[in-house]
């Protein structure tokens, strides 16, 4: 067992929040994609919690089709298997749910002030920390299990970084210095503060956890564009609507919500 290994399993005993979710811990040297190991244990019946984690990804996978840089040993590669008994529109909530467990997590456990760019991106001074990836696997219509990827860039020197990310991607501990982060801590942090806000809105819904997004997001009240089928629009984001898709009003007062894709912060 690893160094990493030991310290996180004990972090994880220890942890008394964690006593709901019984899925259990597989640490891993390297994969291909965390996402597909904890597919992989979704299929085969892992219960709700189950986490994955990995040392280094050869083909970590981004939104919309891009791939995620996840060097070893510096960041922290995760995917957790959940459950939910939700209609396949409510998935989206479940993005901003682990963006703000994500974002807590950061500020608690290294004093780092990230911030949600809609729908999940964790910013630190305008470049992203963190990225996150919620997959649904569904059958004759009803979801059967999430997969919530996490990617937290925790360790990472400006070095670290391949040509077309640096300026666009930071680290906690390009953040603090060079003082570089436990990453066993902040791993334990992540999952006490998902299950916390998972369990919270299966009991009362999105209500608090929208409260908490806005409380944490950098995007509202900032002017942003965006590409749509119908071509470019512009407008100021207001807040989120009841799906968690992202509510903007245009310079003739016009309202409207954005439910999926990429935005600019302008
Ligand atoms: C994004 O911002 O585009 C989402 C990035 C998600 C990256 C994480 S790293 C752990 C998990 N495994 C993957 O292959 N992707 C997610």
Known sequence: ??????????????????????????????????????????ENGAPEGTAV????????????????????????????????????????QLTLLAGVAVCRAIRRATGVEAGIKWPNDLLVSGRKVCGILLE???????????????????NLAEDDYPDFLKGVGTSL?????????????????????LENLYTLYL???????????DSLSVTLGRQIALNT???????????????GGLLLQDDKGQWFSVCSGEIEMI
């Not at 004990?10 to 291909?32: C, D, F, H, I, Q």
């Not at 009991?203 to 997004?213: A, H, N, S, V, Y």
């Not at 089928?229 to 799906?243: I, Y």
């Open 53 to 92: 984690i990995a040392e280094e990804q050869t083909g970590g996978r981004g939104r919309m089709g891009r791939k995620w840089h996840s060097p070893k040993g510096k960041g922290i590669w995760m995917s957790v298997v959940l459950r939910p008994n939700l209609p396949l529109m409510s998935t989206p």
């Open 229 to 243: 089928a119908q071509g470019r629009r512009g407008g100021r984001a207001v807040g989120l609507d009841s799906d």
């Open 173 to 193: 501990m390009i953040e603090r210095g060079g003082l570089p982060v436990d990453r066993t801590d902040l791993a334990g942090t992540v999952l006490a503060e």
């Open 136 to 154: 649904s696997s569904l059958s004759e219509g009803q979801l059967q299990y999430c997969i919530a990827g996490i990617g937290i860039d925790a």
């Open 1 to 42: 067992m690893s160094n990493y290994e030991t310290l996180l399993l004990a972090r994880l005993k220890g942890n008394t929040s964690l006593s709901g979710w019984t899925g259990g811990l597989k640490l891993l040297e390297t994969v291909v994609s965390t996402q597909e190991e904890a597919k992989k244990l979704a």
């Open 203 to 213: 009991e009362q819904g999105f209500g608090p956890i929208k409260e908490l997004w």
